[in-house]
């Protein structure tokens, strides 16, 4: 007797076990548990072998439903398919097709690098790709996206007015193709030939001193600065070290191998793992100030609180308090452009060595984008230099640094 809706509906679970598998025909029945759940389920026969094939849980899927499915089945049997087979055939499927979207890969790349990567900046990307890439690309198979896809992706970005986010997307967008690359999903990186597709974005170059004289100036100047010691020792380190101010901003004490002469970070603009070999001038200030927050995670901590660094405009802060001009004579980036154009042009070090060491991103004769140990031996050297070259220049201006030079 094929069964009704209502006696579905009104089947209960007998404890005493007659009755908890309700048969409708084709080898169909309702199997009900003790748990109260009713599942259907179809008996068969495949290669000499007897099987159950489950076709659902009721109420989520009928009697009617699971009688197509049961037809269905069938269907297969008569065609030699192995209906449990087919169905965990399709289920894989289904799921790669899932995990294989470039929303998921995107994700799964952002979760890799969450230990690495600071909450503000993965939630900047994430917010990114949710508003200008997951709307158009983020339900495609990633195998299947080509560079025109992504281009227009680009293009919508660009034509807002938005030509840094654009570039910025592209390279987010690059970095999820291989990672999936890595994975498995895919076998190309389209966006990677997209570079240089969008005008570059207009750049504002950073109020910089890199006059010697007047850098000697400064220098001095940082001894009379009244705030709190570590911020004093920010000021010291922040052109000694040319990092990017958010960089030394949040620098945690985990970072550092005093004893090694060392700091490894992950670069804000490369998210590649970073090298800054310390001079001793670094260290005996990084140890004196050790005693005062090296109980704590970060070596800057806030004014209000430890568990957060100092504020974005602490360094620029103590300039202005020093009296320099944060638009139009220094700043705290202006410290990279500073060592940058004083490095190559009063103690002639190499242009890639000192791109290296600012932690731009520098394609060597293998392609690589960054090395964080290229150069390292050179490094190491050259910011030792670095260093003596600014006490030298604090102690007694350009002309006594040029005589030393020259001996």
């Given at each position: ?48 072998k007897d099987k159950t094939l489950a076709l659902g849980v009721y109420p989520d899927v009928s009697l009617a439903a699971a009688r197509k499915k049961r037809d269905e089945a069938r269907e297969k049997l008569a065609g030699g398919v192995d209906p449990v087979a087919a169905k965990r055939l399709e289920k894989r499927a289904t799921r790669r097709s899932a995990i294989n979207t470039f929303e998921a890969v995107a994700l799964a790349w952002m979760e890799e690098r969450r230990t690495y990567v600071e909450p503000a900046q993965h939630d900047k990307t994430l917010a990114r790709f949710k508003s200008d890439a997951f709307p158009w690309l983020g339900k495609r198979p990633i195998s299947e996206i080509d560079a025109p896809e992504i281009l227009n992706v680009l293009k919508r970005v660009d034509s807002r007015g938005a030509r840094y986010t ?242």
């Amino acid at each position: 007797m094929a069964l009704t809706d209502t006696q579905v509906k009104h089947a209960r679970y007998n404890p005493e076990g007659t009755g908890n598998r309700l048969s409708d025909g084709g080898r169909m029945y309702l199997q009900i548990d003790k748990s109260g759940a009713k599942y259907w389920r179809m008996n068969y026969r495949f290669a000499g072998k007897d099987k159950t094939l489950a076709l659902g849980v009721y109420p989520d899927v009928s009697l009617a439903a699971a009688r197509k499915k049961r037809d269905e089945a069938r269907e297969k049997l008569a065609g030699g398919v192995d209906p449990v087979a087919a169905k965990r055939l399709e289920k894989r499927a289904t799921r790669r097709s899932a995990i294989n979207t470039f929303e998921a890969v995107a994700l799964a790349w952002m979760e890799e690098r969450r230990t690495y990567v600071e909450p503000a900046q993965h939630d900047k990307t994430l917010a990114r790709f949710k508003s200008d890439a997951f709307p158009w690309l983020g339900k495609r198979p990633i195998s299947e996206i080509d560079a025109p896809e992504i281009l227009n992706v680009l293009k919508r970005v660009d034509s807002r007015g938005a030509r840094y986010t654009a570039h910025r997307l592209r390279g987010e967008i690059s970095r999820v193709f291989r990672y999936g690359i890595k994975e498995g999903f895919c076998k190309s990186d389209p966006a990677r030939d997209l570079v240089g597709a969008i005008p570059p974005a207009q750049t504002t170059h950073f109020a910089a001193i890199t006059d010697p004289t007047k850098v000697g100036e400064m220098l001095r100047a940082f001894d009379g600065f009244s705030g709190t010691f570590p911020v004093l020792c920010a000021l010291k380190l922040a052109p000694m070290l040319f990092v990017r101010p958010g960089e030394l901003r949040k620098a945690e004490w985990s970072q550092f191998d005093l004893d090694r002469a060392e700091w490894r970070y992950v670069a804000t603009k490369t998210d590649t793992a970073h090298l800054v070999p310390l001079a001793a001038q670094a260290v005996a200030i990084l140890r004196e100030l050790h005693a005062l927050t090296g109980r704590g995670r970060y070596v800057f901590p806030g004014a209000r609180s430890s568990r957060r660094p100092m504020s974005d405009a602490t360094i620029n802060a103590a300039l202005r308090r020093l009296g320099y001009d944060t638009r139009t004579e220094i700043t705290g980036h202006g410290f990279r452009a500073m060592a940058r154009t004083i490095l190559h042009e009063e103690l002639e070090h190499k242009p890639e060595v000192i791109e290296h060491q600012l932690a731009h991103a520098v394609p060597d004769n293998l392609g690589t984008a960054y090395n964080r140990t290229k150069f390292i031996r050179v490094r190491r050297i050259m910011m030792q230099e670095w260093a003596d070259y600014l006490d030298r220049l604090k102690s007694g201006g350009e002309a006594i640094v040029n005589d030393a030079l020259a001996r």
